[in-house]
């Protein structure tokens, strides 16, 4: 598809989410919708196209990405009918972004690989803070949603952390068998509630920052750990 097709397609595709929301004639359900009620939505969509992605189905995959595009429009639709934005400026918003964080794309900007793009990204992303009149952040972990994966948000912290001083793995490794201690111990001594809980907490945290360092993403190896005993004729069996 050329891109003469795309916008078209785009342009379609908005006018039917339009036509969903105008009063009187549109649909109901829709008309009842705001940004709250779809939250869920836009969770359980982003997650189905995860499983497409780890299950290989490109089939799967072009229909999840047109559920989240869904959600997308219908966002922006929503805060266009109280004259909050559109969707021509969240499209125009993020393809800006994209032109300034990649000068060595659309400027002559050289770079010498992945890790002098992604120290530019960071250093861009500071003078648009600077911008904005924001100060810089206080603190190191600031930025990372509440929001996130626990697994997912854990590597985000301890890569924010690692920018500071990188432990290397075998550090690492002593942690988590320091952490799977003392939660051996908590069990053994009849310790319950907030204690056990945070011991393991420790060592799922610990056992995140290992992944992260061994390159490994810790959210996906356990999706795969969980169809794996899914798939498993032992699976009402679990460990």
């Known amino acids: 598809m050329n891109p003469d097709e795309a916008a078209a397609a785009f342009r379609e595709f908005v006018a039917v989410i339009k036509a969903l929301r105008t009063p009187g004639t549109g649909c109901p359900w829709d008309l009842e ?13 982003a997650h189905e196209t995860l499983e497409a992605i780890d299950c290989g189905d490109d089939a799967a995959l072009r229909e999840e990405l047109g559920d989240v595009l869904l959600q997308v429009v219908l966002h922006a639709q929503v805060a266009a009918d109280r004259s909050s934005f559109a969707i021509a400026d969240v499209v125009r918003g993020i393809t800006e972004k ?5 000068p060595h794309v659309f400027a002559a900007t050289p770079v010498s690989g992945s890790a002098e793009v992604l120290r530019n990204w960071e250093q861009i992303k500071a003078a ?20 996130l994966p626990a697994l997912i948000r854990a590597q985000r912290l301890g890569a924010r952390a690692a920018k500071q001083a990188q432990p290397a793995v075998g550090d690492v490794l002593g942690s988590v068998r320091h952490d799977f201690e003392r939660l051996d111990a908590a069990v053994r001594a009849g310790s319950g509630g907030p204690d056990l809980d945070q011991r393991l907490g420790d060592l799922l945290f610990g056992l995140c920052q290992l992944a992260r360092r061994l390159g490994v993403d810790a959210e996906a ?14 699976s009402s069996s679990p460990p």
């Open 33 to 45: 919708q705001d940004h709250r009620t779809l939250r869920n939505y836009l969770l359980e969509e």
């Open 98 to 102: 994209m032109v300034r964080r990649h």
């Open 128 to 147: 648009e803070r600077a911008a904005r009149g924001e100060t810089a952040e206080k603190d190191p972990l600031d930025g990372i949603p509440d929001g």
């Open 221 to 234: 190896s356990l999706r795969g750990a969980n169809r794996r005993f899914a798939a498993s004729p032992t």
